[in-house]
């Protein structure tokens, strides 16, 4: 989600009237945000479960879209800041939680091969999110991109239902029939 704005970042400097050193404000923010989120979010997943990390970091990440795309609304490039910042927070909850399903899913010999597909799969991501809003960039405004990127995170809750779970449960019940 970092890399999806590269090809508008002219863009949004034209539309909020700002020169090119304060736009290196918008990955700054954003990686910020991701930074702090990973620390945030594993204590999270530590005290709760992963799964309730993943759905709360994506309502997180659903409120900052909305507030970037609420920034072109109303012209205002801080709220546009504030809105990739809490995105991320709420973004980097994924990556935790991969992490923490990994640790507990899958056995110590095989944990490196699946960590380094989660590697290449980031990668593979990242330059799929520029080459596609590369061409969109061309077609939509980056208002309209926006607009469809409220929906990703709403999109993904429902996928969440399908993973295991990270953290067993503490208070198990015994059931003795005899």
Same mark, same amino acid.
């Given at each position: 989600?970092?890399?999806?704005? !590269?090809?508008? #970042? +002219? ?7 700002i020169?090119?050193?304060? %736009? ?14 990973? @620390?945030?979010?594993? *204590?999270?997943? *530590?005290? @709760?479960?992963? %799964? /309730?990390?993943?759905r ?6 659903t +409120?900052? $879209?909305?507030?970037? *795309? ?9 709220? $546009?800041?504030?809105?990739? $910042? ?5 973004? !980097? ?5 991969? $992490? ?8 110590? &010999?095989?944990e &490196?091969? @699946? /960590? ?11 330059y799929?999110?520029?080459? #596609?809003?590369? @061409?969109?960039?061309? #077609? ?26 990270? =953290? =067993?449960?503490? #208070? ?7």
């Open positions: 989600m970092a890399t999806c704005i !590269s090809p508008y #970042i +002219a863009i949004i400097g034209d539309f909020f009237c020169n090119s050193s304060s %736009l290196t404000k918008v990955m700054s923010s954003y990686l910020l945000g991701y930074l702090i989120g990973q @620390y945030i979010f594993s *204590k999270f997943s *530590k005290k @709760y479960n992963g %799964l /309730l990390s993943i709360v970091g994506l309502i997180v990440a +409120a900052g $879209f909305i507030l970037q *795309k609420l920034s072109f609304q109303f012209n205002t490039y801080s709220v $546009f800041l504030i809105g990739r $910042f809490i995105t991320s927070l709420g973004l !980097s909850s994924g990556l935790v939680v991969g $992490f923490a399903i990994i640790k507990d899913n899958i056995s110590s &010999k095989n &490196k091969s @699946y /960590l380094s597909k989660i590697a290449m799969a980031f990668t593979v991501s990242i799929l999110s520029i080459v #596609i809003s590369g @061409y969109l960039s061309k #077609i939509i405004s980056v208002d309209f991109l926006f607009s469809g990127l409220i929906f990703y995170p709403v999109m993904l809750i429902p996928i969440t239902f399908y993973l295991p779970n990270t =953290k =067993k449960n503490i #208070i198990q019940t015994n059931l003795h029939l005899d």
